[in-house]
C-alpha cells in the first residue's frame, strides 16, 4: 500500500528521489517547518530516521555514520538559527571529504526579513563548505519544476561521491499549513546515472613515473587521515620493499606494515640538524588527508624534497609543503596499485637509515615512558597499550590525537579523528554517531575541554552499551601549556587554559553512563579494566592528571629524545 507523505508536492519528489538515489539515513531535528519532510521520510520503509535536538551535535552525529557506513546520511532541521548550527559539522564534512546531505527547511523567500518568526536568509550559508547547493523552488507550477527537483536532488548525490566526497545543501521553503498528508505524485524519470571511467596512467607516464622513483636516491611515501583500505595498505607493503622507499604513516592513516615507519614526531624530534639534509627526500609522495604531525611539516617545508608528488581527485590543488612538482588526478587505491611491481630498488641506503633510526628512538621513548611519574603521558601511554583488538578508536583534537602519535605503534585498532578542521566542537557526538552504525565497540579518547564543549553529543538514545568514552581532564586546555607562546603569558589560565575545576561525573550520570574515575596509575590500570570489560552500558571514564606538570613533562619527553639520539 502506497504511504500517504507531505500534502507538499516538491516534499514528496524530494524524498522519493533521496531514496532512488539510495539514501538510508536521516537525522531530524525538531521542529515545525521541517514537518512536512519529517513526516514523509518517517513513513518511507526505506529509511530509517534519528531524532537529536541540537542541531550542531546532529550534523557530527551524522557526520560519524556517513564516515562509518561510506555513503551520504541526511540532516533535517527548520529553519532560522537551527540550520546555522549545521555549519562546524559542514566545515569538517568538507575537509574531510564526507557525504552529509543538509536538508534545511526555510520560509518562503518573501519573508525574509520582514521580522517574522525563525525567518533568516538561509541561502548559500554554507557556500564555502559544500559540494553542491540549492534552493528549491516553494512551488511546482509546471512539469519543468518537478524535472527541476529531481535532476538538482541527484546532481547533490552526484556532487558527495565525485571528484571526491563531501557535503551538499539542499534549502526548502515551506509555506503553511505544513502537516497535510497525501498520496505521492509519481517521480518524472529514473535518476540519471554518472558514469566516471577508471583514471589509469597511460604506459608511458607509468614507466615515466615508475623510472624516476626507482631511480631516486631517497623516496618518502607520507600518508595523511585515510579510511582503512586493505588493498592500498597491500600496495603499500609491497611497494615497501624497496630500499630507497619509506613510507611514514600516523594512526589516523589506518595503515599497517613492518616496513612501515610510524610514530613521526619521536623520529623528527631525534633527527638532529646535520643529519636532517640526509632524511629528508628527494622525492616526496603524499595522498589522504591532514597530517597531524606539525614537525614533520616544518622539516619538509625547511629541507624541500628535489620532486613532490600528489595524489588525489580534488579539483583544488592542494600543495602543504609549498614545493608540488606533479599532482596526479587519481585515486590513491588506484595509484599505487597501477605502480605496484613497476618501482624496483633493491640497493638504496634511506629505508635502512630511517628503520635504524626508528629502533632507536623507541628505546628511548621505552626509557622516558617507563620513568616519567604521573601524568598526561602516563596515563595516554596505558590507555593506548591496552585498546582491545577490534575496537573503533576515536580522538578527540589537541593533546589526544597527537599523543596517540607518540604511541602509534601500541594502536593496533582503526582510528579516526576529526582532522578536516580539528575543531573540538564535534568529537563526542561524531564517536557516538560512527558508533551507531558499528556492531565492534567504539572508544573516544577526549580532553577535558573537547568533552565538556560536546557533551550534548551524549544527549541522544543512540548511546550503545559498548560505548566508552575516556575524558582526560587535565582542568583546562593542556595543549596550551605544551606549544610555544601561551605558556610564557599571564593570560595563560584564563584565557588559553580556561583552567577549572569540573568534572565529567554528573553529565555521565545525566546521560546514563556509567562513571569511573582515577587520579593515578594504580587506580587508571583497575578502572581501565573495569571500563574494558563494561559492555552493558555506555561507560565514561574521567582520568585526573596534574594540568600544571604536563606541558613541561612532554617538553622534556623531546629534549629527552633529542639528548640521547
Ligand atoms: C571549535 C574550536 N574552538 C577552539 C579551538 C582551539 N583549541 C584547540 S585545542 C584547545 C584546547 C582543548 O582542550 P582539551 O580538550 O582539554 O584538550 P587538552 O589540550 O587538554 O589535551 C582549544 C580551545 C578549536 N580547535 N576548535
New binding site residues.
Given amino acids: 500500500m502506497t504511504k500517504t507523505l507531505s500534502d507538499k508536492s516538491i516534499v514528496q519528489i524530494l524524498v522519493q528521489q533521496c531514496v532512488k538515489l539510495g539514501l538510508k539515513e536521516v537525522v531530524i531535528s525538531p521542529g515545525s517547518r521541517n514537518a512536512p519532510l519529517t513526516l514523509s521520510f518517517n513513513v518511507l520503509p526505506e529509511i530509517k530516521c534519528y531524532t537529536i535536538v541540537d542541531e550542531r551535535s546532529a550534523g557530527f552525529f551524522a557526520l560519524g555514520m556517513a564516515q562509518q557506513l561510506k555513503r551520504p546520511v541526511a540532516v533535517l532541521c527548520t529553519s532560522g538559527t537551527a540550520a546555522l548550527n549545521y555549519a ?1 559539522a559542514v566545515a569538517e564534512a568538507f575537509y574531510q571529504e564526507i557525504p552529509l546531505l543538509v536538508l534545511t527547511a526555510d520560509r518562503p523567500e518573501e519573508w525574509v526579513g520582514q521580522a517574522d518568526g525563525q525567518t533568516i536568509n538561509q541561502s548559500g550559508i554554507f557556500a564555502n563548505y559544500v559540494r553542491f547547493q540549492r534552493d528549491l523552488p516553494v512551488n511546482i507550477n509546471h512539469p519543468d519544476d518537478q524535472w527541476y527537483i529531481e535532476r538538482s536532488v541527484s546532481e547533490a548525490f552526484q556532487k558527495m561521491a565525485y571528484p571526491v566526497a563531501g557535503p551538499a545543501h539542499i534549502n526548502i521553503p515551506l509555506r503553511e499549513p505544513l502537516y497535510g498528508r497525501t498520496l505521492p505524485i509519481p517521480l518524472l524519470k529514473q535518476p540519471f546515472r554518472n558514469l566516471i571511467p577508471d583514471a589509469v596512467l597511460s604506459e608511458k607516464q607509468l614507466n615515466e613515473l615508475a623510472q624516476q622513483w626507482s631511480s631516486a636516491e631517497s623516496v618518502m611515501i607520507l600518508t595523511g587521515v585515510m579510511m582503512p583500505d586493505a588493498e592500498l595498505n597491500h600496495s603499500l607493503v609491497e611497494l615497501s620493499k624497496n630500499a630507497n622507499t619509506v613510507v611514514l604513516t600516523e594512526t589516523t592513516s589506518n595503515l599497517k606494515g613492518d616496513r612501515f615507519i610510524e610514530c613521526i614526531d619521536r623520529q623528527v624530534f631525534s633527527i638532529n640538524a646535520y643529519e636532517t639534509a640526509s632524511f629528508k627526500p628527494s622525492l616526496l609522495i603524499t595522498f589522504g588527508g591532514q597530517i597531524v604531525s606539525k614537525q614533520i611539516k616544518n622539516v619538509l617545508r625547511d629541507y624541500p624534497p628535489k620532486a613532490h608528488w600528489h595524489i588525489a581527485l580534488n579539483d583544488h590543488v592542494i600543495d602543504t609543503f609549498q614545493h608540488l612538482s606533479v599532482n596526479i588526478k587519481m585515486k590513491p587505491h588506484d595509484f599505487f596499485k597501477q605502480i605496484n611491481g613497476k618501482v624496483v630498488n633493491a640497493d638504496g641506503r634511506y629505508q635502512h637509515m630511517w628503520q635504524q633510526r626508528s629502533e632507536k628512538s623507541r628505546k628511548i621513548h621505552l626509557v622516558y615512558a617507563n620513568e616519567v611519574g604521573w601524568s ?1 603521558f602516563k596515563a595516554m601511554a596505558h590507555i593506548f597499550a591496552n585498546i582491545p583488538e577490534g575496537t573503533v578508536l576515536h580522538l ?5 590525537v ?1 599523543y596517540a602519535q607518540l604511541f602509534q605503534d601500541e594502536i593496533k585498532v582503526d582510528t579516526f579523528s576529526n582532522r578536516g ?5 564535534g568529537s563526542v557526538s561524531t564517536a557516538v554517531g560512527s558508533a551507531m552504525v558499528q556492531s565492534k565497540p567504539s572508544m573516544l579518547v ?6 565538556f ?1 560536546d557533551s550534548n553529543g551524549l544527549w541522544n538514545k543512540y548511546l550503545k552499551p559498548n560505548f566508552k568514552v575516556v575524558v ?3 582542568g ?5 601549556r ?1 606549544i610555544p607562546g601561551p605558556a610564557e603569558t599571564a593570560e595563560l589560565e584564563e584565557f ?3 583552567k577549572h575545576k569540573q568534572s565529567a561525573k554528573y553529565i555521565a550520570k545525566a546521560f546514563g553512563l556509567k562513571y569511573l574515575s582515577c587520579s593515578n596509575l594504580e587506580e587508571l590500570k583497575s578502572a581501565y579494566q573495569q571500563m574494558l570489560e563494561s559492555n552493558g552500558q555506555a561507560t565514561l571514564l574521567e582520568v585526573f592528571t596534574p ?1 600544571e606538570l ?1 606541558g613541561k613533562i612532554l617538553r622534556n619527553y623531546f629534549k629527552y629524545l633529542q639528548a640521547n639520539r
Wanted: glycine content about 18%.
Fill in positions: 562546524p598526561d578527540a583534537n589537541s593533546t589526544p597527537r578542521t580539528s575543531g573540538i566542537d577526549t580532553g577535558d575541554l573537547s568533552f564543549y582526560v581532564n587535565n583546562g586546555g593542556g595543549i596550551f605544551f588559553f587554559e580556561a594540568g604536563n
